[in-house]
């Protein structure tokens, strides 16, 4: 599976900005999603994920109420909308798939190769 994450730019504090990720080379009605961000000289972070169906949906502390996850497995494509940004979410976001189950850590099979997310006034 090939992801390409795309969406990224400069926002202002509160804003809100949606990254995509289009996946192609295989059969993704069946993979998990997540997405991970890592800002510069910080740890990379799991921020949200989503199973292969779509109707189960998973946030870190740190965004749940702010961030949503969604895709749409006709198109080959998930979305994170994020809202209420604040300066602590730039950072480079990759989107990543595993076989059907969200998991937390970096176990993922594939990986995006990030955009870049950057709140700044």
């Known amino acids: 599976v090939q992801l390409q994450a795309s969406g990224g730019g400069l926002v202002q504090p509160g804003g809100s900005l949606t990254v995509s990720c289009a996946a192609s080379?295989?059969?993704?009605?069946?993979?998990?999603m997540g997405w991970f961000r890592q800002a510069p000289g910080k740890a990379h972070e799991f921020v949200a994920g989503?199973?292969?169906?779509?109707?189960?949906?998973y946030y870190s502390d740190s965004v749940k109420g702010r961030f949503t996850m969604s895709r749409d497995n006709a198109k080959n494509l998930v979305h994170l909308q994020m809202s209420s940004l604040k300066p602590e979410d730039t950072a480079v976001y990759y989107c990543a798939a595993r076989p059907l189950v969200v998991v937390t850590s970096d176990d993922y099979n594939f990986w995006g190769q990030g955009t870049l997310v950057t709140v700044s006034s």
């Open positions: 080379g295989g059969s993704f009605r069946l993979y998990a």
């Open positions: 989503i199973n292969s169906r779509g109707d189960s949906t």
